[in-house]
């Protein structure tokens, strides 16, 4: 038997119980060292492999993926730099928490840091981001070690799964020959087992016993705040219901699936930028579920709120505080909470409390419509979008200044489609690798909602759309440079602001789209778009549907929307 | 005085001694809480800030010019994946030993691992490969903290010089406001050393002394092997003129700076494929001097000389060895250490051992020209490149197959442009962006020699190229895939291996040219190519000179190459 034989019998019963466990998609780069991974990816069944040019493409096209499934996604690469190349994909992912499985190809120990090619030390590469690392290793396929493959593979599979979900590497050490020169056996030194079940089983984690009482009495001025919680899409319902039932205004951004229902507050950045508002409407009780919103009006107000109750529920207890106010945290499902505390908190809140809290986001949607009048600016693309696509599209939604403009305009509604964003660490790195990956995981349309330089940034991984015949259709707001930053106090810096804050490009993304083979159109009307978006979704291709602002008036439009509301406010 | 106020005034000085200390080049990317970095940097004089959109491209730039120049070049980023994005090129510059001051944005450490937006863990996010990590915290601008934050940055600088060269991290958490709200005050709480004198001066080492008697008896059949050493220039001149003195046969690749004068063997990859010569040949000491060269002939054969003498000549030591067979190691510069050699060696070659390599080097050189033939192959381009190119170019060359090429097809001659090229790791990701940087160096023109892979991977850096004015003239191999791979039995394995090694992507670089602002060419024969180079050098913009060729074709030609300079050995 050659080393050859080994390693991809080692593999293919790896790769096999990968497909077992779920797993359904890999993603692949080219190189020479990650041959017998990528063969062995590509010829599971049940396993797709999706093949890009660059590994950062690979990475984030995977965390895109993982992120729409909620199944973990493989991505394997060659030695080198091109492990490294992941770093940011790994570390949005495990800051997200979306599973991904990293296999890494390496040079096995004796080649190691002695002048052979395209070697760096790549263990532990990924630091605390990865949850688990494994250096495989190189081994003769046994079935003692086949088995030890197979159980590899599971633990893998339920390592990223299991409590906080999260990136898993594992660097496989590949010895030359790294080709079979001939059929690989059919026979398996340890074949999986009957029924195609996986070596170790993870029987469905039944839904949690009802939690004990939760000592957490109600209170009249309850607020329900709820940020990014992407991976259980029904959440997002129940926060709602509760919040319904309790009577306690919900603030909820786009990202939590929760911004819905009676109870649900869609202005409250606009809302509280209004210090006598944010004053007069000081809750005694918040409960915060999910990932902090994004909206620096409800953090500061969040932060000043003295002594006020404020309860996390997580259900990993993650620590989102930055200003140090939560009181106390439940590290429980935040659903089992919810149903624990309902009995005693339905019907808990003060109606005219919660009625002053929806009459002021009534009259905020008023000023913020009157404002915004019929031009299709920046915050006008973000409300569109919300409330023009179907329940079952998802809107991927770059990390700057499209969530925001998401968060203040967008309105609550049911049906709305599922929205996503790399909001773990808020990088603009790899949106368009993202957002590919959720397109791929099929099940409905996905619409990016990205501006300019998010594009520019990551606009090679157009090649992958290409190449693996993707549909993404592309809502591009152009101001030429990084509109967000006309927000902050550096716009005041002239020249230096100019070349190296706001970074201007002049591309044409006509062009652009063309050399990818990409449908463009410009866009200067909401009815247009609404047109637009119509042709695009189901088109089968890439789409860049272009809407042209300026940066400077899209600020002064901003300051008009709060200044608006806030006389809006005042008036009622 | 504000923590604003602070803040600037420790990275004025901070950023006066980087120029004190010679640094003349810093890049900058977007981003809010790098504020008081980026402008600080932007207004220092005597530095110049390269503004990229993109972080990978920023880091891969600041390598390149670091690599040409020899001087630490700085790259600031905001905080979050931005600082992840440098990974592979901070790994590049370890592997080659290229210095880089990384200055990371981060927020303060009440603000990390609490959800508060685009922070992660940056504290030693580069490992192993930073040589040095600083978290520099905040501080009031007292006379002893900004003396202590110029001798900080002359420690950086230094740090990244001395010994084995390589990237230092100093990782800066920064308090809001991140601007100033009026003018710095032009009093200095530490004023620099008068005379412009860095804070901490680290004089000119002197040459070193002269080595003591280097215990290595000269042997008539000597070979020196010299690799990458892009260091020092002129070392290249010195290994050649000891081989000369020496009469030893010197088998240098390009990225050595030896491949020339009269005892040089251009052609070795190829005389080595002739087992029958290659067992001829075996000589008694082997000197090897810088990386080891990238030919698997030459590899293979230095792997199998058994009992041969084999001596790395390495200042810093570095262990270069993937088949352990060094005999010895010298630690010392190799410039002294070749001078404390030439007096026992000189004439210590035997002169028909010599003759024997060159003859075959001749029928090598005459067989080759035969096969190439007119046609403007692969190979062919590369031949030319080392050829036609002036002295005061810089010829910037790809990892994969180009440098490959240029190994095994480019003469040795006296004046050949310099050639630079991402060693360390090999990766292809950055080579565009690092070709960029080496002509932002200014003193003579770049050429990059490249795949299309691996342009079509870094094509975004040419944002970077027009946005800042940049120079470059770019030679395209375009075969539509990684043709590298064709030479690995994986090019065997059919459709996955199309699909997911060889990964053709149809990009019309043309097309591509355009999006950038770049001058295309298609180019067919070697005629046009030197018309064109003419043309390009000194043009002030991107030109991207594109050769059309085939993969198969191509791994036909070269071993037709082999086996015409076999055919001619024997019949010499």
Redesign the interface.
């Known amino acids: 038997m050659t080393a050859a034989t080994d390693t991809y019998l080692l593999l293919r019963a790896f790769c096999e119980e990968l497909a077992r466990c779920g797993v359904t998609d890999a993603c692949?780069?080219?190189?020479?060292r990650s041959?017998p991974l990528?063969?062995s990816l590509?010829?599971t069944p049940g396993l797709r492999?999706w093949?890009h040019?660059?590994?950062?493409v690979a990475g984030f096209f995977a965390l895109g993926l993982a992120k729409r499934t909620g199944r973990p996604v493989a991505v394997a690469c060659t030695s080198?730099?091109?492990a490294?190349?992941l770093?940011?994909a790994v570390?949005?992912a495990a800051?997200a928490r979306v599973p991904l499985i990293v296999l890494t190809a390496d040079r096995p120990p004796?080649?190691r840091?002695?002048?052979?090619?395209?070697?760096?030390?790549q263990l532990?590469?990924y630091?605390?981001?990865a949850k688990w690392f494994v250096e495989v290793g190189t081994h003769e396929a046994t079935p003692a070690r086949v088995r030890w493959l197979r159980a590899l593979a599971c633990r893998t599979v339920w390592t990223a799964l299991d409590g906080r979900p999260g990136p898993v590497h594992l660097n496989w050490p590949l010895r030359e020959?790294?080709?079979l020169?001939g059929p690989l056996p059919d026979e398996d030194p340890c074949p999986g087992r009957a029924d195609g079940r996986p070596w170790v089983a993870h029987p469905v984690v039944p839904a949690p016993d009802p939690l004990p009482h939760v000592p957490l009495a109600p209170a009249p001025r309850t607020v329900v705040v709820a940020g990014r919680d992407e991976r259980d899409p029904a959440l997002g319902e129940a926060v709602a219901a509760f919040a319904a039932a309790a009577r306690y205004p919900l603030l909820a951004d786009p990202l939590s699936g929760a911004r819905r229902g009676p109870a649900a507050v869609a202005h409250y950045d606009a809302l509280l930028r209004d210090e006598r508002l944010a004053a007069e409407l000081r809750p005694e009780l918040v409960l915060r579920i999910g990932?902090?919103p994004?909206s620096k009006p409800l953090r500061a107000w969040l932060a000043g709120l003295g002594e006020a109750e404020q309860v996390t529920l997580d259900a990993e207890g993650?620590?989102?505080?930055?200003d140090?106010v939560v009181s106390a945290r439940i590290a429980a499902s935040p659903r089992a909470t919810l149903a624990a505390l309902m009995p005693e908190h339905r019907d808990g809140g003060d109606p005219a409390w919660l009625e002053r809290w929806r009459g002021a986001d009534r009259a905020a949607a008023g000023a913020i419509a009157a404002t915004l009048g019929d031009e299709l600016s920046e915050p006008r693309v973000a409300a569109e979008l919300v409330d023009a696509l179907p329940a079952e599209a998802t809107l991927f939604t770059a990390a700057s200044m499209p969530i925001r403009d998401l968060e203040t305009f967008a309105a609550a509604r049911d049906g709305a489609p599922r929205v996503l964003s790399n909001r773990g660490?808020?990088?603009i790195?790899?949106t368009v690798a993202a957002a590919l990956g959720a397109t791929a995981a099929g099940d409905g349309p996905v619409v990016l909602h990205v501006g300019d330089?998010a594009l520019?940034?990551d606009?090679?991984a157009l090649?992958s759309a290409?190449?693996l015949g993707l549909e993404l259709t592309i809502v591009l707001v152009n101001n030429d440079g990084?509109g967000i930053?006309h927000f902050?106090?550096?716009a005041?810096?002239g020249a230096?602001f100019e070349?190296?804050?706001?970074?201007p490009?002049?591309?044409?993304f006509a062009?652009?789209a063309?050399?990818f083979g990409a449908r463009h159109a410009l866009v200067a009307d909401a009815g247009a778009l609404r047109a637009e978006l119509g042709r695009a979704l189901g088109s089968g291709g890439v789409t860049i549907l272009e809407v042209r602002t300026d940066r400077g008036a899209n600020v002064a439009l901003h300051r008009r929307v709060w200044d608006a509301v806030r006389a809006a406010l005042a008036d009622a």
Not at 53 to 56: F, S
Not at 318 to 322: E, G, N, Q, R
Not at 499 to 503: E, F, K, M, S
Request: net charge negative.
């Open positions: 692949t780069s080219p190189g020479s041959t990528v063969l590509a010829r492999a093949s040019v660059d590994e950062r080198g730099t091109a490294a190349e770093v940011p570390i949005e800051q004796e080649l840091d002695v002048g052979a090619g395209q070697t760096i030390d532990k590469l630091g605390g981001a020959p790294l080709v020169d990932d902090l994004t993650a620590w989102h505080d930055p140090g660490a808020n990088g790195d790899g330089v520019a940034y606009l090679t090649l290409r190449r990084g930053f902050l106090p550096v005041r810096e230096d070349q190296h804050v706001a970074t490009h002049g591309l044409d062009q652009a063309a050399l």
